[in-house]
Every structure is written in structure tokens, then in C-alpha cells.
């Protein structure tokens, strides 16, 4: 009883907002009901708001990377690109092989790290020969990217902008483009050029990196197996060209998949370009200034506004929509279903419960992969190794260093992952949001006020924040359908659109005034 | 006295030389420009279309957007405070002149006083969080407040008087600044502008207020410690910085024939960030140039790179914040010496008179 | 060169930020001893570890550790080749657990297991606490902590730095008790403030003054060296 009063005072603003909250929120609840009391369905609105709730607050949470302001932008890269898996899959296995052959000469960097340790050439020239290692790389690269042939739409004539392909795509007319070959050079030199310019690239930064280090003494690098590298590049090699020669096949069979199987590809392929572009931006902006987080956030910002204006450049700025996998868009007979079992049957779009319907998709199959990833997440940072240095690092990541851990790795790994998960947050949430290139900027409001409310430093804590923001959002949306009784006013008042965010940024402010650390977080 | 009153003077001119020569420089532009081209100065001052009045609208933006830079950098620069929803300022200064001008049919200083009071409310909401919140918090705070706004200004409800997400259009200048007819007119209103809040913006920053203000972004704690209360200079501050920006908006909102939503975006606010960082945060002079170089950049990328031009202008920007974090006129001053040690050297080195063979 | 020294450190340089903080540091770690670094607040003991670690790399000179360079690699390289750090201040990782603070440090799956019996015969105090957070700890059991976790690993050089900081007598006691029998199977390399401990643990010594090794040679001769004593050690 004693601890309990203790605990009490200690958080009492803690308490005090979770009070408040609960208060607003049952007021919320008994609004819904009273408007609804005719007849047995008394709950309905109150259920499905809910968890319309728990699935906006589900499709936000995969966004929580503290610190990355271009999180919304990579959950709008992650629709875009799986919405070009399923809308044109002969331009993904196009994109494949060059991306592939473009990675493939990073994963040599450890040779060239050895060999050039070995050299050991004099500083002036260290500092030089990456320059013109990258002049070369550039002159390389800029010869052989724009030839290779990469069938795709043209922003500029109608019939084959991005928005037509789409439109064909939900007529189920889609007119399987002639691939495109290469041009001018023959496709043996075009692929051997753009694996050298790859290993060039390789080449430079390792060079750079090394450079850097050369004002130290010594420089002496690690002792590794060398030829683990050179396996790895030879199989993602093989694998570019393999896709490369059998492109048409692969092609038409993927545009012959029923579009679950499409999902799911699409899924896989957000998810790993998310993962690798999240790679990228922590290792080449955010790594070298971890410690600074004001210029981390400029940084990320800078990312973000490139990564929108990249989005715009290549797939131009009209909205799309993406269509939900035929598992959940079952219309027809028997639908909405009464039983699980008719749900599996006729894989319907909605099932009936007390009354009312529930999107299976929006509200169901979401909530629950919310959920998963939660608390996969949650396993992730506090039953594993890796979790453990997570949390280690981020209190002192020098003490980890000295323990004999790469945690610069680390948190490498952990920043791709987080983003590999925005990019799933966003082509899992395509067929809700749609696609336009504003998406990254609304979600990333949603995500700052979850992240302030539950706290900036609190995994929990983010979650809660989430959820919150997603319920209030349903709230305000079923407000505005149904309209709030004010008293001496004789319209109902109707939330328009346009508060939904208000009230968010509204919610965050209060409860930032309350606590300024927000829900969960801690005060350093 | 005489004699010393004269002196301050003979030095103030001194110290100042490079403002007063671009001062100079700017005023005879239009005409240099002119000159090139070949136009005839009557046909200049009846502002007949050509390249001089090109220009001129060209500087004209630089000078919009140097005044925008100058308000960011009092809030970020001078004290410390970063705020991601600067562009709400402007945005609020440029869509209320518009709406009072289109729809209202306002004189334009009511206008101002009316921007004035607005920058004043916006200031006030943004400190709402002031005394609680630091950091980054206070960074994404601002940024969802201006967020709020960016959506509210495109929404359907206020497309009668906004424009939703095309713009604000049609909007008719006073006749006395329009920016069609009176072009060269606004360039020297604007050159004025500029040049007046900048030198009261260097009087603020040498003023004790200003140098708390210093003091605050260097260490709060210790600010606090010798006992200012930093709410209120802070506050002091963000007013400041609101109405300025909001006025930049407003002369924004008479010169643009369109008023974009985008200016209200987080995109815009990384553009005073660029601009300041371009020059050397906290050096307000920096600001100047740092808005120069970043429209000058812009403007030539998009002729040479079309849409794309918006990724280099990031890519410069993230190569800025990582190599060169103290811009150009932080860097000169830093390495001044080095600098001219170096061009010295070199001379010698031709002239056979160097430095290095004397020592 | 004799072929005992575990670890040689051979007139370092190192910077931090635009500060030449170590201006020629050279010490010479037999292999089964203790040696103590001794010197005043300042003076660059701390940043001689550091150094020797890769946390603040070493811009000229050289470390020599089991007869490879190491100046230059990276820190978890250093430390992957079997030392141990034991940071000053307790810098033990607040957010785990005790037993997740001595997990992060095994190199190998069961390193812990192997090490379980020795760790808390030194510490039996941890073996009680082992579920606890580590900001629930008191000073000298994070101290402990901080101890156990460099011995985790099979290490053959301990750097300690000052690990009587801020402790009553009695726990004192403990901890020079403990690094007396840990020493018996690692070298160890001490930092450490309180003469009177550093004179009972080790047995050679290197005094470093103003970021230079001034003065070395074994502490039972410094124990009579009232003169030496006065010049680089007493606070004036």
C-alpha cells in the first residue's frame, strides 16, 4: 500500500495525464453510445471506432525510429514501390539486376581495405588517389546506368504514364509492355560496366574511409578471411545475371500471379529496399554525427525532402490507389461474411459483427500485423543479444566499443531494420492512404506527436503514443460523420477534416505542458 | 566634438564597407544591367519588359527570401532555438495579405498591422511550449503546429478563400508596389527593407537583450543561473523572428502571382535552414548571402536540371551540413588568416618575393 | 626489445578535439603484473588507456600488444584481442540487468558460464543481485559491477582505472582484495589515485605529468622516495 502511494507521488504527473486521458477517452466512448441508442446496436460505433483506432495507431507504429525525420518518407517509398510491383512487374525485374550489380561491388570493400593496408602508400597519396578513384567511378557509372535498358513509363507522354498502366492494372487489361534491350553497346559490355563501375565505387569509398583513418598512426585493420567477400559478391553477381537472362519469363510469370502472391512480393521487396536505403542513409550521413542530434534531425530532414522530390521526379505527382490482395477483396456471394469459416471461403472484403461491418483488411488484417510487429520488436530489444546492445549502446556506445563489440554495425543493422519496417508500414497501409507524395508528411505529424507523447526515448512508450494518436483520429473522423451535441446549440457541432490533425497536434501540446518529457519518457 | 562625431562616422563607414558597397552595388544593378542589354534607361524606368526587369524580379526574391533567412537566423542562429515550423510565419504573412487583398479588398496597412498582430499570436503559440520543452521537443512541436496549419491551408473547407492545394491566384496588388507595373519601385522598397531590418536585427544582437540571447544558445543553464529569466528573452526573440517573417510573407504575398502552399511546408522551413547554413548560422550577414547563393543555386539548377533540381538543392544541403557546417561566412572567418596567408604565398611564389624563401 | 612485456606503449601522441593531451606516453606492461599509473587530476592517465584502446586513437607512436601492433584498429578490434576495460566514474550500463551487463561482454556463447564461480567468489555480493537493474545498484556495487564485466572474457590485460573512487574503506578493502586475486591470472595495468592502494597492488609504476611518462621503475623504491613523491603525486 505504502510503494503504492510512493509510486504514486513520485509520478504524480504521470498519473494525473493517464487520469485525465482515461476520463476523456470514457467521455468519448458514452458520446458514441448515447447517438447511437436506437435499437440492439448500441455498441457498434464505439467497437469499430476502436479498432479503427487500434489499426491507424498500428499502421503509425511502424514508423518509430527515433530522431529519422525521413521515416515518413521511406513509408511512402515502401508504397511506392510495392505499388510497382503489383501495378508493373516487368519494370521491378528490370530495376533488379543493375541494383543488384550496383551492391555487389560494396561487399569488396574488406579486400580492398587488406590490400591497401599492405601498400602502404604515403599519406599525400592516400589522401589523393580516392578523388580520382571517384572521377573515374563517376565518368564509369555515368557512361553505363543510363544505358541500361529499363522498360518503364515516361512521365512525359500520356499513354504510358504511370497513372494509365494503373488504370489498366484495375481494369485487368494490363497490356504486357515490350521489354526493352540494350541499345548500342552490346549487353555483355553494358553488364561488365556497370560491375566495374560497382567495384570502383567499392573502391573509393574504401578508399575515403582508409584516408580518413590515415592521420592516425598505424592504421594496421583487422585480420579476416578474405575470401568470404569475394563469395558473396560472386553470388550477387550471379543472381543480377540470372535475373538479367531470364527477364521476359520472369516477367510474365509474375504478371500471371494472382495478386496475393503479388502482395506478398511486394511486401518482400518494400520491406528490402527500405532495409537498404536505410542502410545507406545511416552509414554515409548519420553515422558520422551520431552524438549531434540537432544535425541529425537537419540531416534527416534534408533526406527527406530528397526523397520526395525524388518520388516526384520518377513516378510524377498524381495520386494513385492500390488495390488490397484478392484474399480481402471478396465482394460477392456470401459477403459480408457471417462465420470465420465464410471468410476464408469466400475471402470477403468485410465481415458482419453486431451488426455493423468490419473492413477485414483496414481493420483486422492490419490491427493484428501491428501487433506482431510490436511485439516482435519488443522481443527484439529486450530477449535478444542484439537488443541488449542496443540498449547498451545507446546509453554509452564508446563503454561497448571497449567491450570488444562492433556497434557502429550494430547500429547499422538496427537503423535498416526500423526503416525496412516504415517500408512495410507503408505498403502494408497502401490500399488505405493511397499513394501521393504528400503521404510521407502526414504520417510524419502522426508519428512526431506519438513520439512526443509517449516520449522520445521510450519504446513503450512510442507505442502508447500511437495508439493514442490513431483513436483520437477515429474519434474526431466518427464526430465529424455523427456530430457532437453542445449544449445551447441547436445544430450538432461537426469536426471538419482538417481538425483531425489539429486535435493530435492539440493532444500533444497538452500533454507536453502536463509533462514535458512525455508519457514514458525520462527526464535526463 | 565636432571633430569626434565625425571621426564614429568616417569609422562607421570604415567598418561597414562591404554593406555599403553592396548597397552601392544594388542600387546601380538595374541599371548595369540595362546598360548590358543594351535597353535604354527611360524604357527601364517605365519598366518595359526585358532582362533588366528579369533580374529584378529575381532580386527581388533574394531580397524576400534574405529577409525570411534573416528572421530564421534570430531564432536559430542567435539563440539557439530551433523551430521546424518557421515557414508558418511566412506562410501566415503572405495567405493573409492575399485573402485581405482578394477577398476583402484591404488597404495594405491595415494589412500590415493585422500580419503584425498575427506574427504576435503565432510567437505566443509557439511559446505556449517554451518554458517546458527544449531541444528537439520544442523542434518537433513547432513542426506539428505549422504541420496543422500546411493542411489546414489546403484543406476543401477554406478552398473559397486559400485555394486548396493549387494555390492562392488572382490576388490584385496595390497599385502604388505592383510588382508588374511598379517593379522597379518594389526593388528599391525591397532593398530598403532589407537593409532596414538588418540593421535593426544587428542593433538587436548588439544590444544587451541580444547578447543574452547569445548567451542562451551557448549554455541555457548558465544563463539561467545568472538570473535571466530565458522564457522571456527567448519570447522576445520568436516575436521578433514571427513578425519579421510574416512581413517577408506579405511582400511575398504582393510579388508572387501565386501563392503556393508549398511556402507553408517543412520544405520551405529547410530552406531558411539551407540558407543559413549556406552562410554561417548565426552570422547574420551569413543570412544574406546564404539567401542569395541558395536562390541563385536554385534558380540555376532548375534551368539546367529541370525537376530534378529539387534533389541536388537536398544533396547540397546534406553535403553543407557535413562538410562545411559553419558556411561561408563562418569558414571566412575562421580561416581568414589562412586564407590570406595562402594567397600571399602564392603571390610570392610567382613574384619570386615569398614568404617562404625569407624564412 | 624484451619479449615479457605484454603490452608496450611506445611515446604516444594523442589529440582530443584540437587538445595535445598525451605529449610522448611510453609504459611497459610486463606479462603477470600489475603496474600502476600514477600521476595528478589531469595529468592524462585516463587518456592513456583510452589511447590504448582505440577510444581516443593515438596520432603518432606506438601500442604493442602480444607483439602486434594496435595502434590504429578499431577499439573492438583492440579489445577482441583479450583486453578488458574498466572505465572510471562506474560506467556500468544502467537500463540491463546485472546479468545482462556481464552477458554483453561475453566474446563467446557460455563465456559467463565459465567464468560464473570465479566472478562471484570475488563478488558474492553480485550473485544476490543478479535480476536487479543497474541503476538500483549502490556506488560500490556498480564499481563491482564494472570489475566483473572485464572479467567476463578470457582477457590478458586488465585496464582499471581508478577503482577505489568514491568508495568507503570497507569496500575498499574488498575491491584491492579482489584485484589481487584476479591478478594472479591477467596482467593488469591500474590507474589509480590513492597512493597508499596503488603502492599495496602493484609492482612497477609509470607517474605521468602534463601528457609525458616522467619517471618509471618499481614501487618499492617510490615508497622511499619522499622527494619523487612531493614532485609529481601530492596536491600541493
Same mark, same amino acid.
Request: glycine share 6%; charged share 25%.
Given at each position: 500500500m505504502n510503494t503504492l502511494l510512493q509510486s504514486f507521488r513520485k509520478n504524480r504527473s504521470l498519473w494525473t495525464t493517464l487520469v485525465a486521458l482515461l476520463f476523456l477517452f470514457v467521455l468519448a466512448v458514452l458520446g458514441l453510445i448515447d447517438q447511437d441508442a436506437e435499437g440492439g446496436a448500441r455498441y457498434k460505433n464505439v467497437v469499430f471506432t476502436i479498432l479503427r483506432g487500434f489499426s491507424t495507431g498500428s499502421i503509425i507504429f511502424g514508423l518509430m525510429n527515433v530522431l529519422n525525420m525521413a521515416h515518413g518518407a521511406i513509408f511512402m517509398i515502401g508504397a511506392y514501390v510495392g505499388w510497382t510491383v503489383i501495378v508493373r512487374p516487368d519494370t521491378a525485374v528490370d530495376t533488379f539486376t543493375p541494383i543488384v550489380l550496383l551492391a555487389s561491388g560494396f561487399l569488396l570493400a574488406p579486400i580492398w581495405h587488406k590490400s591497401i593496408n599492405k601498400l602502404k602508400l604515403s599519406s599525400r597519396v592516400s589522401r589523393l588517389w580516392p578523388w580520382l578513384s571517384l572521377a573515374f567511378t563517376l565518368v564509369v557509372l555515368g557512361f553505363f546506368v543510363p544505358q541500361y535498358p529499363i522498360t518503364s513509363w515516361n512521365l512525359g507522354s500520356y499513354e504510358t504514364t504511370p497513372v494509365n498502366y494503373a488504370f489498366a492494372a484495375s481494369q485487368g487489361q494490363v497490356v504486357v509492355p515490350e521489354p526493352k534491350l540494350f541499345q548500342g553497346i552490346s549487353p555483355l559490355l553494358g553488364l561488365a560496366g556497370i560491375i566495374l563501375g560497382s567495384i570502383l565505387a567499392g573502391l573509393t569509398v574504401t578508399g575515403f574511409a582508409t584516408s580518413r583513418r590515415a592521420n592516425l598512426a598505424g592504421a594496421a585493420m583487422q585480420t579476416e578471411s578474405s575470401w568470404k567477400p569475394l563469395i558473396y559478391f560472386g553470388l550477387l553477381v550471379f543472381l543480377g545475371l540470372l535475373v538479367f537472362s531470364f527477364n521476359t519469363p520472369i516477367s510474365e510469370f509474375l504478371y500471371s500471379l494472382d495478386s496475393t502472391w503479388l502482395f506478398i512480393i511486394a511486401i518482400l521487396a518494400a520491406v528490402i529496399t527500405g532495409a537498404g536505403l536505410g542502410a545507406l542513409i545511416e552509414s554515409s550521413v548519420i553515422r558520422p554525427i551520431y552524438e549531434w542530434h540537432m544535425y541529425v534531425l537537419m540531416l534527416t530532414m534534408g533526406v527527406n525532402v530528397i526523397i520526395v522530390e525524388g518520388v516526384r521526379s520518377i513516378w510524377g505527382a498524381p495520386e494513385f490507389t492500390m488495390h488490397r490482395p484478392s484474399v480481402f477483396a471478396g465482394t460477392g456471394e456470401g459477403c459480408p461474411a457471417e462465420s470465420l469459416s465464410a471468410l476464408? /471461403?469466400?475471402?470477403?472484403?468485410?465481415?458482419?459483427?453486431?451488426?455493423?461491418?468490419?473492413?477485414?483488411?483496414? /481493420?483486422?488484417?492490419?490491427?493484428?500485423?501491428?501487433?506482431? =510487429?510490436? =511485439?516482435?520488436?519488443?522481443?527484439?530489444?529486450?530477449?535478444?543479444?542484439?537488443g541488449m546492445i542496443v540498449r547498451a549502446g545507446v546509453q554509452d556506445s564508446e563503454m561497448v566499443k571497449a567491450l570488444g563489440i562492433n556497434v557502429q554495425k550494430i547500429f547499422t543493422i538496427v537503423f535498416a531494420l526500423g526503416v525496412g519496417l516504415a517500408a512495410l508500414g507503408g505498403v502494408i497501409g497502401a490500399p488505405s492512404t493511397g499513394l501521393t507524395t504528400a503521404l510521407g508528411e502526414s504520417l510524419l505529424i502522426n508519428m512526431l506527436v506519438a513520439l512526443a507523447i509517449g516520449g522520445l526515448t521510450s519504446y513503450p512508450g512510442s507505442a502508447v503514443g500511437a495508439l493514442m494518436v490513431g483513436l483520437l483520429q477515429q474519434f474526431v473522423i466518427k464526430y465529424g460523420q455523427i456530430g457532437i451535441n453542445i449544449p445551447f446549440m441547436e445544430e450538432p457541432f461537426k469536426p471538419s477534416p482538417p481538425l483531425v490533425p489539429a486535435m493530435t497536434v492539440l493532444l500533444m501540446v497538452v500533454v507536453l505542458l502536463i509533462m514535458p518529457n512525455g508519457l514514458f519518457g525520462r527526464s535526463k | 566634438m565636432e571633430n569626434t562625431k565625425e571621426n564614429s562616422f568616417v569609422r562607421a563607414i570604415k567598418s561597414n564597407q562591404g554593406l555599403i558597397i553592396t548597397i552601392l552595388c544594388l542600387i546601380a544593378l538595374p541599371f548595369v544591367i540595362a546598360l548590358i542589354n543594351g535597353q535604354s534607361f527611360s524604357s527601364l524606368l517605365a519598366n518595359e519588359p526585358g532582362q533588366a526587369k528579369f533580374y529584378q524580379g529575381l532580386i527581388i526574391e533574394i531580397f524576400i527570401l534574405a529577409i525570411y533567412a534573416l528572421s530564421y537566423d534570430l531564432l536559430f542562429g542567435i539563440t539557439g532555438l530551433l523551430s521546424f515550423g518557421h515557414a508558418m510565419f511566412f506562410g501566415v504573412g503572405a495567405y493573409l495579405t492575399g485573402i485581405l487583398l482578394k477577398s476583402f479588398g484591404w488597404t495594405l496597412l491595415p494589412i500590415l498591422g493585422v500580419v503584425a498582430v498575427a506574427g504576435v499570436v503565432m510567437a505566443l503559440i509557439f511559446s505556449i511550449v517554451l518554458p517546458r520543452v527544449k531541444g528537439i521537443t520544442f523542434a518537433l512541436v513547432t513542426l506539428g503546429i505549422a504541420q496543422v496549419f500546411h493542411i489546414v491551408i489546403q484543406s476543401r473547407e477554406m478552398a473559397k478563400f486559400a485555394g486548396a492545394e493549387i494555390g492562392l491566384q488572382g490576388v490584385t496588388p496595390p497599385d502604388f508596389l505592383n510588382p508588374i507595373s511598379q517593379r522597379l519601385r518594389f526593388y528599391y522598397f525591397g532593398l530598403v527593407a532589407v537593409f532596414v531590418v538588418y540593421l535593426f536585427y544587428k542593433r538587436f544582437v548588439d544590444s544587451p537583450t541580444g547578447h543574452v540571447c547569445i548567451a542562451i544558445r551557448e549554455n541555457e543553464d548558465r544563463a539561467t543561473m545568472l538570473g535571466y529569466n530565458t522564457f522571456y528573452y527567448k519570447l522576445v526573440a520568436l516575436i521578433i523572428s514571427a513578425i519579421t517573417a510574416a512581413l517577408a510573407g506579405v511582400m511575398h504575398g504582393i510579388f508572387s502571382p501565386i501563392i503556393r502552399p508549398g511556402i507553408t511546408g517543412s520544405g520551405f522551413t529547410i530552406a531558411a535552414l539551407l540558407m543559413i547554413l549556406m552562410g554561417g548560422i548565426g552570422t547574420l550577414n551569413g543570412a544574406l548571402i546564404g539567401a542569395a547563393t541558395f536562390k541563385l543555386l536554385s534558380f540555376l539548377l532548375e534551368k539546367w536540371f529541370g525537376g530534378a533540381s529539387q534533389v541536388i538543392v537536398g544533396l547540397v544541403y546534406i553535403l553543407l551540413v557535413l562538410f562545411l557546417p559553419y558556411g561561408i561566412v563562418g569558414t571566412w572567418r575562421l580561416r581568414r588568416l589562412q586564407i590570406k596567408q595562402g594567397w600571399t604565398d602564392l603571390i610570392g611564389r610567382f613574384t619570386g618575393k615569398g614568404r617562404a624563401e625569407s624564412s | 626489445m624484451d619479449n615479457n612485456n605484454l603490452l608496450k606503449v611506445d611515446q604516444i601522441h594523442t589529440f582530443i578535439g584540437q587538445f595535445h593531451i598525451l605529449q610522448g606516453v611510453s609504459v611497459n606492461v610486463p606479462k603477470g603484473t600489475i603496474v600502476a599509473l600514477l600521476g595528478r587530476n589531469g595529468a592524462g592517465k585516463s587518456t592513456t588507456l583510452k589511447s590504448i584502446l582505440g577510444l581516443t586513437p593515438p596520432s603518432q607512436g606506438a601500442v604493442i600488444f602480444d607483439g602486434e601492433e594496435i595502434q590504429g584498429r578499431h577499439s573492438f578490434d583492440i579489445a577482441g584481442m583479450g583486453i578488458g576495460f574498466v572505465p572510471e566514474h562506474r560506467a556500468i550500463f544502467r537500463?540491463? &540487468? %546485472?546479468?545482462?551487463?556481464?552477458?554483453?561482454?561475453?566474446?563467446?556463447?557460455?563465456?559467463? $558460464?565459465?567464468? *560464473?564461480?570465479?566472478?562471484?567468489?570475488?563478488?558474492?555480493? !553480485?550473485?544476490?543481485?543478479?535480476?536487479?537493474?543497474?541503476?538500483?545498484?549502490?556506488?560500490?556495487?556498480?564499481?563491482?559491477?564494472?570489475?566483473?564485466?572485464?572479467?567476463?572474457?578470457?582477457?590478458?590485460?586488465?585496464?582499471?582505472? $581508478?577503482? &577505489?573512487?568514491?568508495?568507503?574503506?570497507?569496500?575498499? *578493502?574488498?575491491?584491492?582484495?579482489?584485484?589481487?586475486?584476479?591478478?594472479?591470472?591477467?596482467? %593488469? !595495468?591500474?590507474?589509480?589515485?590513492?597512493?597508499?592502494?596503488?603502492?599495496?597492488?602493484?609492482?612497477?609504476?609509470?607517474?605521468? $605529468?602534463?601528457?609525458?611518462?616522467?619517471?618509471?621503475?618499481?614501487?618499492?623504491?617510490?615508497?622511499?622516495?619522499?622527494e619523487t613523491i612531493h614532485r609529481y603525486l601530492e596536491v600541493a
Open positions: 476464408i /471461403e469466400f475471402k470477403c472484403s468485410t465481415i458482419s459483427v453486431l451488426g455493423g461491418r468490419i473492413r477485414t483488411y483496414n /481493420e483486422i488484417f492490419i490491427t493484428i500485423l501491428g501487433f506482431i =510487429v510490436l =511485439v516482435a520488436v519488443w522481443m527484439l530489444l529486450q530477449r535478444t543479444r542484439l | - | 537500463d540491463l &540487468s %546485472v546479468l545482462e551487463n556481464l552477458r554483453i561482454a561475453e566474446r563467446q556463447k557460455g563465456d559467463l $558460464e565459465k567464468k *560464473e564461480d570465479f566472478i562471484f567468489s570475488l563478488f558474492p555480493d !553480485l550473485k544476490r543481485l543478479i535480476k536487479l537493474p543497474g541503476t538500483n545498484l549502490s556506488g560500490g556495487q556498480q564499481q563491482m559491477l564494472a570489475v566483473a564485466r572485464a572479467l567476463v572474457p578470457d582477457n590478458k590485460l586488465l585496464l582499471i582505472d $581508478e577503482p &577505489s573512487e568514491g568508495l568507503a574503506p570497507v569496500l575498499i *578493502e574488498q575491491m584491492m582484495e579482489a584485484i589481487r586475486q584476479l591478478s594472479a591470472e591477467t596482467t %593488469v !595495468l591500474l590507474v589509480e589515485q590513492n597512493f597508499i592502494v596503488a603502492s599495496q597492488l602493484a609492482k612497477d609504476y609509470v607517474i605521468i $605529468e602534463e601528457g609525458q611518462s616522467v619517471k618509471s621503475g618499481q614501487l618499492a623504491d617510490l615508497v622511499n622516495d619522499p
